[in-house]
């Protein structure tokens, strides 16, 4: 019996082609090549995986076929196979299109009866995908921790896995309301606190919790970093994680290592994933800078409120919200609104109706009356009864771009009082955006009464003044009324005897008469003047022409200047605008003026007396009269006190005249001086007033 005999049946030799079946069982890449690697065998898997059937690869050397990559026969993978037998790692290959793929590859070295190396088995398995995935997760999980340690705020990676047994240890002892466990036993939340660790933070956490410690040294329990009176926000955070809410979020406060407290939004994140595995995320953000400017602005407008609150002015915020709107609406369709709001009357009302009131301090309590306070967000109707016209202009002047306006008005309030007020709104752009506006209510019925009381007294003492220099002008009236009443009386004889005669000369009778009328009429001018200045009557202005005036103050001081011989030159100015004027109290100015370039002109001896008097048009919107004499002037001392009340140089004057006159122009809106005559002696008074638009003709109409 041979060998084979004796140890049983023989195996049969298995064929290369039968070895090559069963290595296309494999379902990897199987490659088998000699110690020098020369591809002997080469599966189904490999083809799949590099590209190249089993003929085109036998006898070729493995390295020029994918790639050399350490593997060729003096590179670092084989001489590591050979000195352990074994190698296991990844490899950049080629497959037989040119694409670089990445191989998981095991080598095992096969050794001959005389343990020399005789071939090498290897296998592949690609992981390019993978390899790619991880790249990805990488970049993802570096990008992420960049930001995460660079963020300015504190954020924190803690591991609380020991809080998950304690909890189910409340359940087991039937506990079922946390909330009301952690209030009762606030050690128990410490407890969690102590046993929650930290695993990681960023270098903003370091920066504001560390107080120059370093990041190792706040890798522990977080109770250090809790406050005692916060210990409830960890357990409402707790709370959250076992309810399953996504997030929970609270400012708080907290605590560096050293105690140093600070104001921080705290804010922890449970997403499922992470609370499975015993950990969540938080982040803490320093707030103390923006608690303290918020505390700083609560006070700065507590302070400002009650500044608000006790200012002497009545202030009420406007919503303006629906006029806003209105005016949207209407732009669509107009290109000017200040015009249409002008020239549409009934719009005022809904001007009234939109406005709402929405609040206002103390004092327009009470300048408005009773019941302010319930009349809030109601319209502001109900306080332009008397005077609505102010609305619409202060809204035409908002729409032609002014800043802000005001005026002297009047309101009506709840109890059914009328004031006198400065109204002022401004219009900012900041509060116009918003829909709401702020005005403000100043009552001026004291100052109002006391302006008329002054212009009483005023108009007294002008009236006293009047009367006085008609006085001083006695003779001139005398002889002004003696002229006409003499003539009538001869001409009433010369009729008489007219109509004596046996035969009654009628025409002639006629002619007398007419004579006798005449003179009457000018007579009762000049009584008519002299009563209208004597007269006591409240000041009227009206619209006239100043050259006119200046004609009847001539002719009421005709006797005057020709007792004086004076010789009066005028110079009207053609097309001069129109003054609104009281008619008396100009008639008053330019009587008393004359009178003291006549009184003047009285002491000039050798030479001619001469008083001209001039209009013009100062200034597009005044008219300005000059009266002027070659008399001996007025010294510059004198000059300046010449407006003062009760200064005169006169031996019998009172010292009113000139006062007088200038509170008259003033009163106007004009202004009165006294000057040097330009050329040669003698002073030069000059007023103005304001004009209107209409002409002198226009006036006269």
């Not at 918020?294 to 002015?313: D, I, N």
């Not at 005449?518 to 619209?543: H, K, L, Q």
């Not at 005709?558 to 605008?577: C, M, Q, S, W, Y």
């Amino acid at each position: 019996m041979n060998a084979s005999a004796a140890t049983g049946a023989a195996r049969p030799a298995v064929s290369h082609g039968e070895g090559m079946a069963i290595l296309d069982l494999v379902g990897e890449c199987l490659i088998r090549t000699d110690i020098h690697g020369k591809v002997l065998s080469w599966n189904k898997g490999a083809e799949e995986l590099y590209g190249y059937r089993a003929d085109q690869t036998l006898g070729l050397w493995l390295h020029d076929l994918v790639g050399r990559d350490g593997c060729e026969p003096d590179g670092s993978v084989k001489r590591e196979l050979l000195e352990a037998g074994r190698w296991k790692g990844e490899l950049q290959r080629r497959t037989a299109s040119g694409q670089e793929i990445t191989v998981e590859a095991h080598w095992t070295l096969r050794r001959d009866a005389a343990g020399e190396p005789i071939e090498v088995i290897g296998t592949a398995r690609d992981v390019t995908e993978r390899k790619s995935m991880e790249r990805a997760l990488k970049i993802s999980d570096d990008r992420y921790r960049n930001l995460f340690q660079a963020m300015a705020a504190s954020f924190w990676e803690l591991d609380f896995s020991s809080v998950g047994p304690m909890l189910r240890g409340l359940r087991a002892d039937g506990i079922r309301d946390f909330r009301k466990h952690f209030a009762e036993h606030p050690s128990f939340v410490r407890e969690m606190m102590r046993v929650t660790r930290v695993i990681d933070i960023n270098g903003q956490t370091v920066e504001l919790f560390g107080d120059d410690v370093k990041k190792e040294d706040l890798l522990q329990s977080v109770e250090p970093f809790w406050p005692e009176d916060s210990s409830w926000v960890f357990g409402e955070a707790v709370i959250a994680a076992v309810t399953g809410a996504p997030v929970y979020s609270i400012e708080t406060t907290l605590q560096s290592l050293s105690g140093r407290r600070f104001e921080a939004l705290f804010t922890a994140c449970f997403p499922p994933e992470s609370v499975g595995k015993g950990t969540l995320l938080i982040g803490v953000v320093d707030i103390s800078d923006r608690k303290q400017a918020t505390r700083a602005l609560e006070s700065s407008e507590a302070r400002y409120r009650h500044l608000v609150q006790h200012l002497p002015v009545a202030l009420v915020q406007l919503d303006m919200s629906g006029l806003t709107r209105r005016l949207a609406e209407l732009s669509r369709t107009e290109d000017d609104l200040a015009t249409y709001v002008e020239t549409h009357v009934e719009f005022l009302d809904e001007i009234l109706d939109l406005v709402r009131v929405e609040e206002g301090n103390e004092q327009a309590g009470a300048m408005l009356g009773e019941g302010w306070a319930s009349e809030a967000h109601r319209s502001i109707a109900f306080s332009w009864r008397t005077n609505p016209e102010t609305i619409r202009r202060s809204l035409v002047a908002r729409l032609r771009g002014a800043t802000s306006y005001s005026e002297e008005t009047r309101i009506d309030t709840l109890d059914g009082r009328v004031l006198d007020v400065l109204y002022t709104i401004a219009f900012p752009p900041a509060l116009v955006e918003k829909g709401m506006n702020i005005v403000g209510f100043l009552d001026i019925s004291d100052r109002v009464k006391a302006q008329g009381a002054l212009a009483q007294v005023e108009a007294d003492l002008a009236h006293a003044a009047r009367v006085s220099m008609l006085g001083e002008l006695t003779a001139s009236i005398a002889h002004e009324v003696n002229q006409p009443l003499a003539a009538i009386t001869t001409n009433a004889e010369a009729g008489l005897r007219w109509l004596n005669r046996a035969d009654p000369d009628l025409d002639e009778v006629r002619e007398l008469t007419g004579s006798i009328v005449s003179d009457a009429r000018r007579a009762a001018d000049v009584i008519a003047r002299v009563r209208s200045m004597a007269a006591r009557r409240t000041p009227v202005r009206e619209t006239i022409a100043v050259e006119a005036v200046i004609r009847d103050v001539l002719g009421f001081l005709n006797h005057e200047l020709k007792t004086h011989d004076v010789i009066v030159a005028t110079r009207f100015e053609p097309g001069l605008p129109s003054a609104t004027v009281d008619r008396i109290q100009l008639q008053q100015v330019l009587v008393n003026l004359m009178v003291n370039a006549i009184q003047a002109l009285a002491q000039t001896e050798g030479q001619p007396r001469r008083l001209s008097i001039t209009s013009c048009q100062a200034a597009p919107d005044s008219v300005r009269v000059e009266i002027e004499d070659n008399g001996p002037g007025v010294p510059s001392a004198i000059r300046d006190h010449a407006f003062e009340a009760f200064f005169t140089t006169k031996e019998r004057g009172m010292g009113m005249g000139l006062p007088i006159c200038r509170s008259i122009i003033e009163a106007h809106g004009g202004q009165i001086e006294l000057t040097q005559r330009k050329s040669g002696s003698g002073a030069r008074f000059a007023f103005t007033l304001p004009s209107r638009k209409d002409t002198r003709e226009e006036g006269e109409a």
